[in-house]
């Protein structure tokens, strides 16, 4: 007779391994392997300054110093390039990004260089920014694992919290983004990690440790991205919640009886007794009157008239307790807010100077709130259908996780108030709404309540979720297979004029439809017979001319970039096109896209079991 067996559950551990490991070959599977505009170059020459020179200036050859086009309140990211680097106090250019995204980038560059001795026939240019831009999918992929622990430690269940990792990273803009060097990656993973660390000091016998891990992450957050500086309070305020959930203030119960053990409260109700007892007496010391009397009495049991007594020494514990875990929270974060402010003054000569300060807040608010939530061309819940079933069960996840609720709608409603106004809120030439990507893994855990809670909203939401997790599938996979600024750039060469009303706020303009035309158009560049051979031929020679004209560094590193944009525009954008094109090898490159693509194959293989193993224990418990 046949028996049905179930599998043992997996470690959250293990299985949040899994999930970094299958994102993470399919990230470096579809990849470009370039640096797709002069923002990214500037980021790039800061970690290359770093790593070369000990310096933070960047050649301003290498990057734009004043915008191309007009300042006023009319102009936009879409018709003009924005200045990327600013003079500092010294003269030198310096970059106007965070610094943050330079330093993680620094041992990538490293592994540039190794490769440009490995493979001596590729432009060692095209190899260190090869090999940088291999940063965001190692980012994107630690994301989904940080997003699913963290779904995890809220008590969504492995079930709920393996798959909200897995829409996060397929479903949503975090595919597309984690084939650029954009810093919104980072700023994202940095955030979520803040938020788990803070949920992981609640239950662990070292609640310091990661109080200060979680005051680490969000001040490298803001050393990546500065905007992320306006979400400090509302991780404040989630800090204040936990804190106050575990007791250590706002508790009514601080008494402490060693005698009944019946009134323990907080840290002291895990104390051992004779180090309560010690507490204690050390409080009575100061604190009694008739200290005689006291030391006669013993500390147990207490006169009613010394009742205060009993509330005030416990209290005494707590408040230490709550500065030393204040102080493992705040003082790393202060730490890295001065290092930012002293980078600011070693650049522009003031810690408050960003270089931003030219870049204002004018445009109208309801234009930029409906354009980063629902225009065609740049709306959040189009680029990301699955925040449709967020809305849906967003009540019931309130009334299940009532503190997670509050906080990630704080987050979202200050980052949506902050961009709203700013004045490049379309993030430029960009796939979606891109400065909303921070924030994005917090709205896409609301999914969880469909596992958790039950409900007439939650039944709709299950039916619908795999509709919405289609849809965003479809969507990236356009995003992902072709440069998302070619149907930019066509857009603006047939109507410089109207191509902001038309790509933003048309539908027909939208480029969720164009973006399938220029798919097309590079599918049949590369099947074109000997297309690829030909420019292949072409770069080779351009290389060999400028390497008899000795072409100064700066000026070797835009080409470079520009060689790059010319066969991300016209051909598939990935790695391994580019390395047949800038003549890497050729074999190499093949047997390394297939064995990502069966490594990506197999861990499908492992998640997609685990999701009916899950599912099995969930029915059959």
């Known amino acids: 007779m046949a028996r049905n067996f179930i599998a043992a559950s997996p470690s959250p551990r293990k299985l949040g391994l899994q999930i970094f490991w299958f994102f993470l070959f399919l990230y470096l599977l579809t990849a470009n392997g370039r640096i797709v505009n002069r923002d990214g170059e500037a980021v790039f020459q800061v970690a290359r300054s770093i790593a070369e020179r000990g310096s933070f200036d960047v050649p301003g050859e290498s990057v734009f110093e004043t915008s191309v086009g007009p300042r006023g309140t009319e102009g936009h990211s879409l018709s003009f390039a924005t200045e990327t680097a600013k003079r500092g106090t010294d003269g030198r250019v310096y970059s106007m990004y965070g610094l943050g995204q330079s330093?993680?980038?620094?041992?990538?560059?490293?592994?540039?260089?190794?490769m440009a001795f490995a493979a001596p026939s590729v432009d060692p240019y095209f190899t260190t920014r090869f090999a940088t831009t291999m940063l965001n999918p190692v980012i994107s992929a630690l994301a989904c694992a940080v997003l699913f622990a963290y779904a995890s430690s809220l008590g969504?269940?492995?079930?709920?919290?393996?798959?909200?990792?897995?829409?996060?990273?397929?479903?949503?803009m975090a595919w597309p983004y984690a084939k650029s060097y954009f810093g919104e990656p980072l700023a994202g993973l940095l955030l979520v990690a803040s938020a788990l660390c803070l949920v992981r000091s609640s239950p662990s016998p070292k609640p310091l440790m990661w109080s200060a891990l979680a005051g680490v992450a969000?001040?490298?957050?803001v050393m990546a991205r500065v905007s992320t500086g306006v979400l400090l309070?509302?991780?404040?305020?989630?800090?204040?919640?936990?804190?106050?959930e575990r007791g250590i203030i706002g508790s009514r119960h601080v008494g402490c009886d060693t005698t009944t053990g019946n009134e323990g409260r907080g840290i002291l109700s895990s104390l051992p007794s004779a180090l309560k007892s010690a507490l204690l007496q050390s409080a009575l010391t100061l604190t009694l009157s008739h200290p005689a009397e006291g030391r006669e009495r013993g500390l147990f049991p207490l006169p009613p008239q010394w009742e205060r007594v009993r509330v005030r020494a416990p209290q005494r514990v707590e408040i230490l307790r709550l500065a030393l875990?204040?102080?493992a929270f705040f003082l790393p974060l202060a730490a890295i807010l001065a290092l930012i402010g002293w980078y600011n003054f070693a650049r522009f000569g003031s810690p408050f100077v960003t270089g931003y300060e030219s870049i204002a807040w004018n445009r109208l608010f309801v234009e930029g709130l409906y354009g980063l939530l629902l225009s065609p061309g740049k709306g959040l819940i189009w680029y990301s259908p699955v925040l449709i079933i967020s809305l849906i069960v967003s009540v019931a996840f309130f009334r299940w996780r009532k503190r997670e609720a509050l906080f990630f709608a704080g987050l979202g409603l200050v980052w949506l108030l902050f961009h709203a106004p700013y004045r490049f809120w379309e993030g430029g030439w960009s796939w979606g709404p891109r400065l909303m990507l921070p924030v994005l893994p917090f709205l896409v855990l609301v999914i969880g309540a469909l596992y958790r809670t039950q409900g007439l909203p939650q039944r709709v939401g299950r039916r619908l979720l795999p509709v919405a997790v289609a849809l965003g599938l479809i969507v990236q996979v356009s995003a992902v297979g072709v440069d998302y600024t070619r149907y930019l750039l066509v857009a603006f060469t047939?109507?410089?004029?109207?191509?902001?009303e038309r790509v933003i706020f048309q539908p027909a303009g939208s480029p969720l439809v164009g973006q399938w035309t220029s798919l097309a158009a590079v599918l049949a560049n590369a099947a074109g017979p000997g297309e690829l051979a030909k420019v292949g031929g072409d770069f080779a020679a351009e290389r060999a001319r400028l390497d008899t004209e000795g072409r100064s560094e700066a000026e070797r590193s835009v080409e470079v970039l520009e060689e790059t944009q010319l066969a991300g525009l016209n051909f598939p954008d990935f790695w391994f096109v580019y390395?047949?094109?800038?003549?890497?090898?050729?074999e190499l490159a093949l047997l390394a896209a297939l064995a990502l693509l069966g490594a990506t194959g197999a861990m499908l293989m492992v998640l997609n079991r685990r999701l009916r193993e899950l599912?099995?224990?969930?029915?059959?418990?």
């Open 325 to 327: 875990e204040a102080g």
């Open 615 to 621: 599912a099995q224990k969930e029915r059959l418990g």
């Open 218 to 221: 969000l001040g490298f957050a």
């Open 579 to 586: 390395l047949y094109l800038f003549q890497g090898s050729r």
């Open 233 to 244: 309070p509302v991780f404040v305020l989630y800090w204040l919640a936990i804190v106050r």
């Open 494 to 500: 047939n109507d410089p004029d109207g191509m902001y």
């Open 156 to 172: 969504f269940g492995l079930r709920a919290s393996l798959v909200a990792a897995l829409i996060y990273g397929l479903a949503t």
């Open 103 to 114: 330093l993680v980038t620094i041992p990538f560059y490293y592994a540039g260089k190794l």
